[in-house]
Each structure stands twice: as C-alpha cells, then as structure tokens.
C-alpha cells in the first residue's frame, strides 16, 4: 500500500492542510472584523474632532 517514506508525505500534507484551514478560519472571523471594526472607530474618531475644530473656529 503505502512504503514508509509516502506515508510521511501524506502525513505533511494533511498537517499543512490542516493548519491552513485553521489559519483561514481565524482570520476571517477574528482578525478581519476586528480589523475593520477598529478603523471605523478610529475614522470616527476623525470625524468627531474635525466637527470639534470647526464649531471652536466658529
């Protein structure tokens, strides 16, 4: 069936397989939204001051 070397073969590709998936998985629910949640926070954040500068020069 298998000779010894194949099946450490099959066994990294299922390993690197395995932790991309992973990584993919992590990625898109916790680092992207968290990503994208804290520059909108921060272009909020941008906006609030610039309407604070305006009404100060008014």
Same mark, same amino acid.
């Given at each position: 069936m *298998?000779? #010894?070397?194949?099946y450490l073969g #099959?066994?990294? *590709?299922l390993t690197i +397989? =395995? &932790?991309? #998936?992973? +990584?993919?998985i #992590? +990625?898109a =629910?916790f %680092?992207v939204p968290?990503?994208?949640?804290g520059? +909108?926070?921060?272009? %909020?954040k /941008? &906006?609030m001051e /610039?309407?604070?500068?305006?009404?100060?020069?008014?």
């Amino acid at each position: 069936m *298998f000779e #010894f070397d194949q099946y450490l073969g #099959f066994l990294a *590709f299922l390993t690197i +397989l =395995t &932790i991309g #998936f992973w +990584l993919l998985i #992590f +990625l898109a =629910t916790f %680092v992207v939204p968290y990503w994208i949640g804290g520059s +909108l926070i921060e272009r %909020v954040k /941008e &906006i609030m001051e /610039e309407r604070k500068a305006k009404q100060n020069k008014a």
